[in-house]
């Protein structure tokens, strides 16, 4: 399976970033679909999930800044974030899992490189 993740860029704090998630996974409707992030020197965290069903849940350093949302029908997870911060700064992955976030299903994608400057 592939994941590949796009959108990310350079960005003033309190500015907007769009990315995108291309799954390769032929399930992948089926599954809870997540956004990670991991910055320099630090261990990679769960930001956001989207199940099935369309429900999302956010971890608290980003909840009410960003949004996830799903297309299943192009296999692909978006994350919308607004009043982007310094210590949003990372790069960013895709991926599903199970029960636990830290069960994903899949081997890490590239990435995309979110840069929020102050």
């Known amino acids: 399976v592939q994941l590949q993740a796009s959108g990310g860029g350079l960005v003033q704090a309190g500015g907007s970033l769009r990315l995108s998630c291309a799954s390769s996974?032929?399930?992948?409707?089926?599954?809870?679909a997540g956004w990670y992030r991991q910055s320099p020197g630090e261990q990679r965290e769960w930001v956001a999930g989207i199940s099935s069903g369309g429900s999302s849940n956010y971890a608290d350093s980003v909840k009410g800044r960003f949004t996830i949302s799903r297309d299943n029908a192009k296999n692909t997870v978006y994350l919308q974030m607004n009043s982007l911060k310094p210590e949003d700064t990372a790069v960013y992955y895709c991926n599903t899992y199970g029960l636990r976030v830290a069960a994903v299903r899949h081997s890490w994608g590239q990435g995309t490189l979110v840069t929020v400057s102050s």
């Open positions: 996974e032929r399930l992948f409707s089926r599954y809870t």
